[in-house]
């Protein structure tokens, strides 16, 4: 019996150890995971700083809106708007500039492939990247334009924001902005795109090399296609309409 209970003594002192090893190692991952963290989020904020600093933020947006190829919300078709935010950002009007389940989606992609295979961008960090930053797929370069969509979202509305952000956006073919890709591969202004047109333009923006109707118009029409299935399966338009085209 003396026996007995000395051997549950030990049994009992061992999961205690081996539990409060878990908590200690538990405890300095998070430690490493927060104090990495906070150093990424530092060097994330001095580059968006060094951004603003070379030129503020208020005078990007306002080159944008003194081109004379700038596009404003109001003459931008309603199919077209609806088409790029069903493949591009559908929960742009919901979220604050970072979308986390997007993010999430993403970052659990990300490690399954061990590389930056999915970014996770709203709309709004798009157009962050466009107005201050590279196209280079870096962690603090990530995190500054987070730091800048929140800060987007706070000064500007979301017709400004997808505004801008399909002005400084690249359709491939040397396009840049929704009227050039307009004029250059259809010939006529965004506001007399067809809906079949709005929703290829729309599919552009994944893939601009790729999907330029000049270069690829049998892969920007099954892109168009794509298009179209996803305002079905966000309620922009029925099945029996996406039909159609």
């Given at each position: ?228 299935n996803k305002m079905v399966k966000y309620g922009w338009i029925t099945r029996e309409e996406a039909d159609v085209y």
């Open positions: 019996m003396k026996t007995r209970k000395i051997n549950m003594h030990r049994k009992s002192k061992k999961k205690r150890l081996v539990r409060n090893l878990f908590l200690v190692l538990l405890i300095l991952f998070l430690a490493v995971y927060l104090g990495i963290g906070a150093f990424f989020c530092m060097k994330g904020y001095g580059m968006y700083r060094r951004a603003v600093q070379d030129k503020s933020l208020a005078e990007r947006v306002e080159e944008v809106r003194s081109s004379e190829d700038f596009t404003a919300y109001s003459e931008l078709p309603q199919f077209y708007i609806d088409a790029t935010l069903a493949v591009e950002d559908h929960r742009f009007k919901w979220h604050f500039g970072i979308d986390p389940i997007a993010v999430c989606r993403a970052l659990w992609t990300d490690i399954r492939a061990g590389s930056f295979v999915e970014g996770g961008s709203t709309i709004t960090q798009q157009l962050a990247k466009n107005l201050l930053f590279t196209q280079e797929k870096k962690l603090e370069r990530k995190i500054a334009e987070m730091i800048a969509a929140l800060i987007m979202e706070y000064k500007y509305s979301k017709k400004e924001i997808f505004e801008l952000y399909v002005n400084t956006a690249y359709f491939g073919s040397g396009h840049y902005g929704i009227y050039q890709a307009s004029v250059g591969y259809f010939g006529k202004e965004p506001s007399q795109l067809t809906d079949y047109e709005a929703a290829m333009l729309a599919g552009v923006l994944n893939a601009p090399s790729a999907y330029s109707p000049d270069t690829h118009m049998d892969l920007a029409q099954q892109r168009a296609a794509q298009v179209l």
